[in-house]
């Protein structure tokens, strides 16, 4: 070795100690490891990508001694709400929750938090057409659940625990 490269290679280590090549190479993982969560959190249930930001919908259950048990919109988001759910319709009687409404192609990310103050009842919330089933939620549990509206038509959202729990999902 030359004088020249010697003080070239002592250069280098001092750039670049291996303790910070170490480190560079844990950051890359942690790096690598969070592109790879990120991707896999954009596969919607029904196993397409998102080519777009999903639509918020914000989803209550609960129980109104007038209306029984129901589901009503906690929060528009961006999706288009045509009705308010329960509250909006008058007298008694089951209500309908609100109906949304979604373009082809968009993905849809229902939140679902269950408040039923009422009855404490368990809760879920099914689209057969989508696949989408959430857990049975236990009182002020919430789950969100994703999907991508691939497909038009008029489509129901149930609770299987409660019948007369449903609303509409029209994909247009
Ligand atoms: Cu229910």
Redesign the pocket.
Known sequence: MNKRNKTLSKKYQKKFPKIRIVLLGIILTIGALIVYGGINSLKSSNGNYFSSPPRNIFLK?LYSPTHG?AYTSQSTGTAKILNSGAGANSGSGPTHGPTLTMNKGRTLAIHLINEDTGKH????LNIDEFNVHTKDLGYFQSQTVTFTANKTGTFDYY?S??PE?TGKLIVD
């Open positions: 259950a048990y009842s368990n809760h879920n609770c625990i409660h729990m």
